[in-house]
T-cell receptor, first 110, second 114 residues
Framework: GQNIDQPTEMTATEGAIVQINCTYQTSGFNGLFWYQQHAGEAPTFLSYNVLDGLEEKGRFSSFLSRSKGYSYLLLKELQMKDSASYLCAVRDDSNYQLIWGAGTKLIIKP | DVKVTQSSRYLVKRTGEKVFLECVQDMDHENMFWYRQDPGLGLRLIYFSYDVKMKEKGDIPEGYSVSREKKERFSLILESASTNQTSMYLC?????????????FGDGTRLSIL
């Protein structure tokens, strides 16, 4: 079957670093996406990985290991506005559909 | 910037009513999607469309239908609303042909069925 696992909730401190993990088992793999979703708002695209390694975008980085079926999103210099849910999604062999994790709710404390 | 617009942010309907949720995108995207999002569950795909008048069932199509008469517009129809269809509904669109193209989402419609 197709499955994506993420922790349900994480807590971190303003100014710190947090790593949100995502593991997946899918029939095919055509890339992995990370989205951010603030409460009551639409998910917004953060990053895309299709090759192994680290992709850096400012304070956010995303890592992929295809052999391990594993990705993480790294958030540095945390700000209060980073409090949100972070969704991991895998594109399987279809060019259209994404398989979604349930999301990780990140709580930032002062 | 891509703009995906959903017709209502909040909607309250009664059991048995026929409900229409509308979605319009302005970036000439071929692909459009309807999801529902419930607490503790991931986004679940209801239907998607990769071209005008084309539609494909997603993971949970029962009780829903869709219509895509124009490229920019994708409608979700609840044929006879039931209380278990109370949910957040999200529409998305994406460009065809490139696996790195993200889906772009509307703000969502929070639908309550009484």
């Amino acid at each position: 079957g197709q499955n994506i696992d993420q922790p349900t909730e994480m807590t971190a401190t303003e100014g710190a670093i947090v790593q949100i993990n995502c593991t997946y088992q899918t029939s095919g793999f055509n890339g992995l996406f990370w989205y951010q979703q603030h409460a009551g708002e639409a998910p917004t695209f953060l990053s895309y990985n299709v090759l192994d390694g680290l992709e850096e975008k400012g304070r956010f980085s995303s890592f992929l290991s295809r052999s391990k079926g594993y990705s993480y999103l790294l958030l540095k210099e945390l700000q209060m506005k980073d409090s949100a849910s972070y969704l991991c999604a895998v594109r399987d062999d279809s060019n259209y559909q994404l398989i979604w994790g349930a999301g990780t709710k990140l709580i930032i404390k002062p | 910037d891509v703009k995906v617009t959903q017709s209502s942010r909040y909607l309250v309907k009664r059991t048995g009513e026929k409900v229409f949720l509308e979605c319009v995108q302005d970036m000439d995207h071929e692909n459009m999607f309807w999801y529902r999002q419930d607490p503790g569950l991931g986004l679940r795909l209801i239907y998607f469309s990769y071209d005008v008048k084309m539609k494909e069932k997603g993971d949970i199509p029962e009780g829903y239908s869709v219509s895509r008469e124009k490229k920019e517009r994708f409608s979700l129809i609840l044929e006879s609303a039931s209380t278990n269809q109370t949910s957040m509904y999200l529409c998305a669109s994406s460009l065809e042909g490139f696996s790195n193209q993200p889906q772009h989402f509307g703000d969502g419609t929070r639908l309550s069925i009484l």
